[in-house]
Structure formats: structure tokens, C-alpha cells
């Protein structure tokens, strides 16, 4: 594959504009998923010369202009890394942010005749897929691990330490909702045919619509105070929850068979709805382990699937019921 | 050599592992890089090695075996995404990847 690196430096700033806010905000939302990248090679910020630090991040526009931004007021070169566009975290963990492409980077930036020294100063999330030895071993350069968060630099460049905070992920009510957005693009298809059937049967439709935002964003934000530990269950637990007001306005204060079969459905075929998008949500958290997720899947999965299938014969019954006038 | 496995402390067992970490301690020459690059604090520094002292919040993101100079670590690392395995199993696919909707 040829090399997209830019063979000369290129200044940036570290002020960001309307420009990159709106880019942002595109990405956050979910559109155009694959066009926020910037170009591979080597940028300077500031006045840079050969003894001017370097530090490594992904082409990935929010990773670009996370670390920028954090440097404001600093001379340093940075060398972004093509990670076709996908964040230092994800691109890592694919080792697509590897040792061998970062030894392409800076062959092909000719960093070593660029900088006296020899140190890189690379993000902490990066290291699942950097050897720092090989690094070493094949390019003559030190790489150091940086704190996990951009935001974190200036301290660290300060010191030339990171203190326990600035090694350790953390998963904020920010951080989680922040991800909503895109679950919802992600969903958008599901989403627009529920609203159709909300057309159709209001109160049924209605009520998956806002179980399906419940998962979408309530779940996030009440991660750590759901019980249990699978995400899975979580979700359960909040797709129950969900359901219980729907359920209690149907039945209170008195039901008919109909009714109570009605709502039995309900709790079967949207209480493992959510915990499925809950599942789904493994991906985005900093600590679901391979591990851990296969085991979810094969402890959840089944339970989801004999619930869905049971609430939808169930559902079946009740109508046919209904229609046939023997119920 | 002496092979320490994560045990699932939770659940009581002595034989169970919840993940794949698995640290040789005799190995460790006490360079401390596994300190800097796991984002869990699953290890601590002791005195003439370090110490696993948290593997049950180990992620397996596999940075600490990455960086590791001395093969001391070793962990089955992978991508903890349940809609991603869904999807390569769908897809007949083993391993999964970033795409359209998914990591970026």
C-alpha cells in the first residue's frame, strides 16, 4: 500500500476553530463515520527544533485535535500515525496503532533527521499494540508512555511523570454519554420502524420506543448504579424497570385475562430487547474483557432468545385470541 | 516455574479463571513498563519484582504483554465487543474489525 505520509512537516495550532467543533459534532452524531481523518506525517506546533519533543497520536480528527488542543502554549512535533482514521484506543487494540506502523511513520517523516534526541512520547491507550523494545530495536527510538488523557500533557510534560490518575481509564457520566449518539445512529433503522408501528398500535409502539432510549441512553448513565455485574443483566434489570409503570397502568386496578397476558408479553419481549442493546454496549466500555463478553454471551444470549421466542408466541396467542373471539 | 492464574475470588473457587492473564513472577526482571501501560492498575511495584495484585479487573487489551521485555505476562488478548463477535459470527468471520458503524 503506498504511503499517504506527508514527506514534509506540517504546521498546525493547537487552538481549535468552528471547523473542528462541527467535525466533532458530526462524528459524535454518527455522520459520515469514515471521513474524520487528517493526513499522516509529521506536524509542528509552535516554533519546533531538533530538540523539540515529539508525541504520537492516530489520524483520527478528535485524536489529532485532542492532543493539539492539550499542548497549547508548547513547541512540539506531532507525529500522527495512519490509522485509517479510526481513534488510538480502537486502532491499538487491531494493531492498526502497531510498531510497525509507527516504524513507517517515521521512516517515512525522516523524524531521526528532524530531532537530535531520541524519545517518543506516545498515548498511554497505544500500548496494546506497541512493543516499545522492538521500537527500539529497529528504529534506535525510546518510546515513553504518556498519561491516557490528552488533557493530562501538560502535567506530564511538566514532571516527566504520570501520577496513578493519569494511568488509570476512567469511564465518567461524560464519557458514557457522550457515546449515546451514535448507538442511535446505529439503531436508526430498528428506531424508524418502531415509530411506524407506533402509528399503527400507540401504546405498544410507544412503549418500545422508549425502552429502546432507555437502553440507548438511560442505560449509560446508570451503568455503575444498575446491579450486577454483566452488562447484560444490567440491562435487564433497567428493561424491568422500564416496563413496570406501562404494566401497572394496564393492570391497575383491575385486569382481564387479555390484559394480563398482554403485559406478561411485554416484560418477555422487552426486558431482553434492552439487555441486548446493553450487551452490545461492551464494546464502548473501557473494561469488558474478551473473556468476560464471550461468557456473557453464551450465559445471556440463550436467556434473551427463550424470552423473545416465549413473549412472542405468547403475543401471538393473545391476538389470535382476541381476533378469534375465544379469549 | 511458577504460573499464578487470576482466580474468581467472587465466586469462591481456587481453579476458575475469569481471564486469561497469566503472569510468571520468576520471570520479571522489575522493569516496571506493565506499571505504566495497564489501564487497570492490575499490577504494583514490589521490591525485586512487581506484584499482580488486581488481575480480576484485567481487560485483556494485552499492552502489558506487548511491552513486556521479559515474557513474563502472557494474555489471550482480543477485543472485548459483544456486538462485534455477534457480527463475526454472523458473518461466518473469525476475527472482528472496524467498519462502518463500529470504532472510530
Known amino acids: 500500500m503506498p504511503s499517504d505520509y506527508a514527506s514534509d512537516p506540517i504546521p498546525t495550532v493547537a487552538r481549535l476553530g468552528r471547523e473542528e467543533r462541527w467535525d466533532h459534532a458530526k462524528a459524535r452524531l454518527g455522520f459520515d463515520r469514515m471521513g474524520h481523518h487528517v493526513r499522516p506525517g509529521l506536524y509542528t506546533l509552535g516554533s519546533t527544533n531538533s530538540e523539540s519533543k515529539v508525541l504520537v497520536t492516530a489520524n483520527y480528527t478528535m485524536s489529532f485535535d485532542a492532543l493539539r488542543s492539550a499542548l497549547e502554549g508548547r513547541d512540539a512535533f506531532l507525529l500522527v500515525l495512519d490509522t485509517q482514521g479510526i481513534n488510538v484506543w480502537c486502532a491499538a487494540g487491531k494493531g492498526i496503532f502497531g510498531t510497525d506502523e509507527l516504524l513507517r511513520a517515521i521512516a517515512a517523516t525522516r523524524l531521526a533527521e528532524r530531532v537530535e534526541h531520541r524519545d517518543l512520547i506516545l498515548p498511554q491507550l497505544s500500548a496494546p499494540g506497541v512493543s516499545a523494545k522492538a521500537v527500539k530495536e529497529r528504529s534506535g527510538f ?12 501538560p502535567g506530564y510534560l511538566d514532571t516527566g511523570e504520570c501520577t496513578e490518575d493519569m494511568r488509570r481509564v476512567r469511564f465518567d457520566l461524560r464519557d458514557r454519554l457522550v457515546l449515546a449518539p451514535v448507538e442511535l445512529r446505529n439503531y436508526r433503522w430498528g428506531l424508524i420502524l418502531l415509530i411506524l408501528a407506533a402509528v399503527l398500535v400507540p401504546f405498544y409502539g410507544l412503549m418500545a420506543i422508549i425502552l429502546t432510549l432507555g437502553g440507548l ?45 398482554a403485559v406478561v408479553a411485554e416484560y418477555l419481549l422487552l426486558v431482553p430487547w434492552v439487555g441486548y442493546l446493553a450487551l452490545n454496549f461492551t464494546g464502548s466500555t473501557p473494561f469488558a474483557s474478551r473473556t468476560g463478553v464471550k461468557k456473557e454471551i453464551f450465559t445471556y444470549i440463550p436467556i434473551m432468545a427463550i424470552m423473545s421466542v416465549s413473549g412472542a408466541f405468547l403475543s401471538a396467542f393473545g391476538a389470535l385470541g382476541v381476533v378469534g373471539g375465544w379469549l | 516455574m511458577i504460573e499464578i492464574e487470576v482466580l474468581d475470588l467472587e465466586q469462591g473457587s481456587t481453579i476458575k479463571p475469569i481471564n486469561t492473564l497469566v503472569f510468571h513472577p520468576d520471570r520479571c526482571v522489575n522493569c516496571g513498563i506493565c506499571l505504566q501501560v495497564c489501564p487497570h492498575r492490575v499490577f504494583a511495584p514490589g521490591e525485586r519484582r512487581v506484584m499482580m495484585v488486581n488481575g480480576a479487573d484485567c481487560m485483556e487489551c ?43
Open chain 1, 142 to 153: 525510546t518510546v515513553k508512555y504518556g498519561p491516557v488523557r490528552a488533557e493530562d500533557l
Open chain 2, 62 to 104: 494485552g499492552a502489558c504483554q506487548k511491552n513486556c521485555p521479559a515474557n513474563a505476562i502472557k494474555v489471550d488478548s482480543g477485543v472485548g465487543c459483544a456486538s462485534a463477535m455477534i457480527m463475526a459470527a454472523l458473518k461466518g468471520r473469525d476475527e472482528v474489525n472496524c467498519g462502518e458503524d463500529c470504532c472510530r
Open chain 1, 217 to 261: 441512553f438511560l442505560f449509560p448513565a446508570l451503568l455503575p448504579y444498575l446491579p450486577g455485574k454483566a452488562l447484560s443483566f444490567k440491562g435487564m434489570v433497567l428493561g424491568a424497570l422500564l416496563v413496570t409503570p406501562f404494566a401497572l397502568f394496564q393492570t391497575f386496578p383491575t385486569a382481564d385475562l387479555v390484559t394480563v397476558i
